[in-house]
């Protein structure tokens, strides 16, 4: 499955990241290799999403839309979905209760989750991308 360019300019933007078949081939109940990883990113789009909404107004949907498009062409069976949503919405709430307003601990928090994406979706990408 191949989940091009997904995570967009300033995350992703050279990445391209191809999903082997294997994850198509799990059984219902079963983990992908890379989904530890892959939870560890919506944790990440969860608290950008949720900065974003404090720093950035004008783009206040776009992490939420980037882990849609993260699940879309993912593809998850109902189990990995919910992990995945459940992860997505953790980093939000954690990040919810530290931040009130947009302060520079809260920009900074930002760039800095800007770059763990970056490395998460790199890493995901040469371990299991084609």
């Given at each position: 499955?191949?989940?091009?360019?997904?995570?967009?300019?300033?995350?992703?933007?050279?990445?391209?990241?191809?999903?082997?078949?294997?994850?198509?081939?799990?059984?219902?109940?079963?983990?992908?290799?890379?989904?530890?990883?892959?939870?560890?990113?919506?944790?990440?789009?969860?608290?950008?999403?949720?900065?974003?909404?404090?720093?950035?107004?004008?783009?206040?949907?776009?992490?939420?839309?980037?882990?849609?498009?993260?699940?879309?062409?993912?593809?998850?069976?109902?189990?990995?979905?919910?992990?995945?949503?459940?992860?997505?919405?953790?980093?939000?709430?954690?990040?919810?209760?530290?931040?009130?307003?947009?302060?520079?601990?809260?920009?900074?928090?930002?760039?800095?989750?800007l770059l763990t994406g970056q490395e998460l979706a790199k890493d995901i990408n040469n371990r299991y991308g084609r």
């Open positions: 499955m191949k989940i091009a360019r997904l995570l967009g300019v300033g995350l992703l933007t050279s990445a391209s990241l191809w999903m082997t078949g294997e994850a198509s081939a799990q059984s219902l109940d079963q983990a992908a290799p890379y989904d530890q990883k892959l939870s560890n990113l919506a944790v990440v789009l969860g608290r950008l999403h949720f900065l974003s909404t404090l720093c950035k107004p004008d783009d206040n949907q776009l992490w939420r839309q980037r882990m849609s498009s993260l699940l879309q062409a993912e593809q998850p069976n109902e189990l990995r979905k919910k992990r995945l949503t459940a992860s997505f919405n953790q980093g939000y709430r954690g990040y919810s209760e530290a931040y009130q307003s947009c302060t520079n601990n809260a920009e900074q928090s930002y760039q800095r989750e």
